[in-house]
């Protein structure tokens, strides 16, 4: 294979990579566009390293909105920037922040806080509904913290299952090219309704992850 035959292949695989996370894009679609990017690296030996050298963009990190009562953007961040090319960690003070290349971030912030707020939506009417149909009271903690978990659950299983190929190879490259230093967070254990974190991961199937295209594109980090 020619220099330049191999340069429009890789054009051509990152432009299927854009594609899966395009405005309007089904998750049938990406899914279909990230195995026929799958299939054409393997066929042809090109790994994440050599797909990021097209990329011009500077690697940069992000602190997001850290507004979490839930705790819905800590068991989703580490997920979401699998599926938008980043590197999620949280500092010193708990803040979520996201590495990466810049476009990347915007769209990994961009959709956590959008999860995040179709959580809450969703929590709002289910807690709407039992008080409705049986009176409980929406005060509950262990009813909203068990659906929260449980969709949070089912999102996070849909995000792991349309990350792009090699994600973890991308996330190598970002902590080395950072310097980062990081260490592992501790998972918490909770005591949680099992009806209701059904309840929960149902209502978590319908979570969209598309890129939003606004007049001028998603907005920059300022």
Same mark, same amino acid.
């Given at each position: 294979?020619? %220099?330049?035959?191999?340069?429009?292949? $890789?054009?051509?695989?990152?432009?299927?990579?854009?594609?899966?996370?395009?405005?309007?894009?089904?998750?049938?679609?990406?899914?279909?566009?990230?195995?026929?990017?799958?299939?054409?690296?393997?066929?042809?030996?090109?790994?994440?390293?050599?797909?990021?050298?097209?990329?011009?963009?500077?690697?940069?990190?992000?602190? %997001?909105?850290?507004?979490?009562?839930?705790?819905?953007?800590?068991?989703?961040?580490?997920?979401?920037?699998?599926?938008?090319?980043?590197?999620? /960690?949280?500092?010193?003070?708990?803040?979520?922040?996201?590495?990466?290349?810049?476009?990347?971030?915007?769209?990994?912030?961009?959709? $956590?806080?959008?999860?995040?707020?179709?959580?809450?939506?969703?929590?709002?009417?289910?807690?709407?509904?039992? &008080? %409705?149909?049986?009176?409980?009271?929406?005060?509950?903690? $262990? %009813?909203?913290?068990?659906?929260?978990?449980?969709?949070?659950?089912?999102?996070?299983?849909?995000?792991?299952? $349309?990350?792009?190929?090699?994600?973890?190879?991308?996330?190598?490259? &970002?902590?080395?090219?950072?310097?980062?230093?990081?260490?592992?967070?501790?998972?918490?254990?909770?005591?949680?309704?099992?009806?209701?974190?059904?309840?929960? /991961?149902?209502?978590?199937?319908?979570?969209?992850?598309?890129?939003?295209?606004?007049?001028?594109?998603?907005?920059?980090?300022?």
């Amino acid at each position: 294979m020619t %220099t330049e035959t191999r340069k429009k292949l $890789l054009e051509r695989i990152k432009a299927i990579l854009a594609k899966t996370m395009a405005n309007g894009c089904t998750e049938a679609e990406a899914m279909a566009a990230l195995a026929k990017a799958r299939e054409l690296m393997a066929t042809y030996e090109i790994d994440e390293k050599e797909l990021d050298a097209f990329s011009k963009e500077k690697t940069t990190t992000f602190a %997001t909105e850290n507004r979490d009562p839930y705790e819905i953007k800590r068991n989703l961040c580490v997920n979401v920037g699998k599926f938008t090319r980043c590197k999620a /960690y949280r500092d010193r003070a708990e803040v979520i922040n996201f590495a990466g290349k810049e476009s990347d971030i915007v769209f990994a912030a961009w959709l $956590l806080d959008t999860l995040q707020m179709f959580v809450m939506r969703e929590l709002r009417a289910y807690q709407k509904k039992l &008080i %409705t149909e049986k009176g409980i009271s929406h005060s509950n903690n $262990l %009813t909203s913290a068990s659906f929260v978990a449980g969709c949070a659950h089912r999102i996070n299983e849909k995000l792991k299952e $349309l990350a792009p190929l090699d994600w973890a190879k991308t996330q190598e490259l &970002i902590v080395s090219e950072l310097g980062m230093q990081l260490t592992k967070s501790r998972g918490r254990s909770r005591n949680l309704s099992e009806k209701d974190a059904a309840a929960g /991961y149902k209502v978590g199937e319908h979570a969209r992850f598309d890129r939003p295209v606004e007049a001028g594109g998603i907005r920059r980090l300022k």
